[in-house]
């Protein structure tokens, strides 16, 4: 099993920005990018990219 990527300060400070209800979906979906992506560590950049992605 792949562990999964880090998570800055930062990125976790605007991941508890996003609504409860759709907190953990969020996060799989930016580890999910973040693999495809092949990064290590999932930046605050990454999350605004998903959000924008996403059209959040």
């Given at each position: 099993?792949?562990?999964?990527p880090?998570?800055?300060p930062e990125a976790k400070a605007k991941l508890q920005n996003i609504p409860?209800?759709?907190?953990?979906?969020a996060r799989e979906r930016i580890e999910h990018l973040a693999r495809a992506a092949?990064?290590?560590?999932?930046?605050?950049?990454?999350?605004e990219q998903a959000r924008l992605e996403?059209?959040?």
């Amino acid at each position: 099993m792949v562990d999964p990527p880090k998570w800055t300060p930062e990125a976790k400070a605007k991941l508890q920005n996003i609504p409860f209800f759709v907190r953990s979906q969020a996060r799989e979906r930016i580890e999910h990018l973040a693999r495809a992506a092949e990064l290590d560590v999932i930046t605050v950049e990454l999350v605004e990219q998903a959000r924008l992605e996403f059209g959040q």
